[in-house]
Nanobody
Framework: QVQLVESGGALVQAGGSLRLSCAGS????????MAWFRQAPGKEREFVSA????????DIADSVKGRFTISRDNAKNAVYLQMNTLKPEDTAVYYC???????????????????WGQGTQVIVSS
């Protein structure tokens, strides 16, 4: 059974930091593009960041650029999202996703991703 399990979500004050983790199991994700999406209440799920299997290529949404950093550890089948200088508008459920077999440009489209986690809640208070 293939699973992605997120952790690290919490309630934090504006200006604070969090590090989200996503652990994969059931197959190796070392050759997969890994990504983070988020969904705020009443809004569509939106792209946050993605990272190629090698870690050498990343993409990040303008809304979090300069504050969030994606990274991965293929030996641990894991991907991370370091979130700094958090704002109330970062409040959302954060989802980890994996896309198998992509070569080239990283995708920001939800439909590109084959596996999804259940999400972890991040709440940023003002």
């Amino acid at each position: 059974q293939v699973q992605l399990v997120e952790s690290g979500g919490a309630l934090v004050q504006a200006g604070g930091s969090l590090r989200l983790s996503c652990a994969g199991s059931g197959r190796t994700f070392s050759r997969a593009v890994m990504a983070w999406f988020r969904q705020a209440p009443g809004k569509e799920r939106e792209f946050v960041s993605a990272i190629a299997w090698s870690g050498g290529n990343t993409d990040i949404a303008d809304s979090v650029k300069g504050r969030f950093t994606i990274s991965r550890d293929n030996a641990k089948n894991a991907v991370y999202l370091q979130m700094n200088t958090l704002k109330p508008e970062d409040t959302a459920v954060y989802y980890c996703a994996a896309e198998i077999g992509r070569v080239g440009t990283l995708s920001r489209e939800k439909r590109s991703y084959d596996y999804w986690g259940q999400g972890t809640q991040v709440i940023v208070s003002s």
